[in-house]
């Protein structure tokens, strides 16, 4: 039965873009400068990005999917593309669609992994049944910003001779064993959208530690041009040594990134104790579980998901509908297990029974924002409105 659903005014939003002063500043100046793209902007963002969370080599990109299409792509574009259609990526179910849909943009096969049932992220030794001989890569992607088992899969990676993409854009900050999600693989994807946890309005970053990668992918992100706006002698003048995109990131963004990036510590020290207190107050509440409730440092405080037991996915969405009405915006971490959305289960078929983890996360949890724009005293309220509603 179809749910309707009324506009209401929601006073705790899921998420909010934490842009001030400095950001207008900084955006303005880029406006009256004239130079709009092929600035020094980008450039300076990349390093600075390095530079603050430890990557070698960065390549700023449109947003997320278009890096995470440059990557795929990059890695198996020596595949002729008459047969590239038969290998395959193994990619999380639960996930964005991006994930997926880089693979399938790179002319390749998505294959479909559950998730486990703590935190969300791809179960490995699901993971390592599915490579075949027509295995050539993985899609390993950081849930919630909770690093996935990145060791593993790189472990087994190495041993079937797979590349490794690593989905990071809502990972940001994230690190396993102090060494930041992205540099595991052979390139790692960030995203700047409004809600991540730094925004340049719509945005990524792909980081990589193989120079070569870097360069490569720094042309095909510009249409295959050979030489950089700076280094064209006469104005006008390239020539292209190879297919590429545009897939530049602008330089109002990136003004706005190198802001952001001034700022990202403290909207971290914010999210991390929004969640600590959020978590502490659903502890006692029956009825409710925290996904990958194991608190450790070195996550990345996307959002608190909680699983609904006892709840059919028609109660859940009426519950997330109550709290809009009580001025609190929630969301789902994500809606569907990709091959049930309609293009996958077309293409590949869907079998329910290998996803049940996936459905769970889909139909029975319910995310709650812990977002540096929100204070404690809203993660009690919503805490509160919960316990209530749940109980009712
Ligand atoms: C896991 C994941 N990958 C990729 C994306 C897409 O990022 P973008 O909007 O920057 O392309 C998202 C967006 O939320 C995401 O959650």
């Not at 004239?34 to 902007?41: L, M, Q």
């Not at 990526?89 to 992994?113: D, N, R, S, W, Y």
């Not at 409710?288 to 037991?309: A, F, M, N, P, W």
């Not at 959305?341 to 329910?352: M, R, S, W």
Request: with cysteine; net charge negative.
């Amino acid at each position: 039965m179809a749910q309707d659903y009324e506009e209401q005014v929601i006073v705790i939003t899921f998420g909010k873009p934490m842009v001030d002063i400095f950001e207008m500043k900084s955006v303005k100046e880029v406006l009256e400068s004239g130079i709009y793209v092929h600035g020094e902007k980008t450039q300076e963002f990349e390093g600075a990005f390095c530079k603050q969370f430890g990557y070698s080599h960065a390549v700023s990109v449109a947003n997320c999917t278009a890096g995470l299409h440059l990557a795929h792509y990059t890695l198996t574009k020596s595949i002729n593309s008459k047969i590239k259609k038969q290998y395959e990526v193994l990619c999380p179910a639960m996930t964005h669609v991006a994930t997926a849909h880089a693979i399938e943009l790179a002319g390749l096969k998505p294959v479909f992994i559950d998730c486990n049932a703590d935190d969300g992220n791809m179960d490995v030794e699901i993971m390592e049944a599915h490579i075949t001989d027509k295995t050539v890569g993985v899609a390993a992607m950081h849930f919630n910003g909770i690093p996935c088992d990145i060791k593993k899969i790189t472990k087994l990676a190495e041993a079937h001779n797979l590349y490794v993409v690593e989905d990071c854009a809502i990972s940001l900050g994230a690190k396993v064993d102090g060494q930041p999600v992205g540099t595991f693989g052979q390139f790692g994807a960030f995203s700047f959208h409004p809600v991540k946890q730094m925004t340049t309005g719509e945005g990524g970053m792909v980081v990589m530690n193989d120079p070569s990668n870097h360069d490569q992918l720094a042309v095909e992100r510009a249409f295959g041009v050979d030489r950089a706006h700076k280094h064209r002698k006469i104005a006008g003048l390239y020539d292209v040594t190879m297919l590429g995109f545009n897939y530049r990131m602008a330089e109002i963004p990136a003004a706005m990134g190198i802001e952001q990036l001034k700022k990202f510590s403290k909207f971290q020290k914010q999210r991390k104790q929004n969640y600590f207190t959020l978590a502490s107050a659903l502890d006692q509440i029956d009825g409710i579980t925290i996904k990958g409730g194991q608190i450790y440092d070195e996550r990345s405080y996307y959002c608190l998901i909680v699983h609904l037991e006892n709840m059919s996915s028609y109660e859940r969405n009426q519950l997330s509908f109550n709290l809009k009405k009580e001025g609190i915006q929630t969301s789902i971490y994500y809606p569907h297990p990709v091959p049930r959305l309609k293009y996958y289960a077309e293409q590949y078929g869907y079998e329910p029974a290998l996803y049940p983890n996936s459905i769970s996360f889909a139909d029975h949890c319910l995310a709650l924002p812990v977002a540096p724009h929100l204070t404690e005293n809203n993660m009690i309220t919503i805490a509160e409105l919960l316990e209530g509603l749940i109980k009712c």
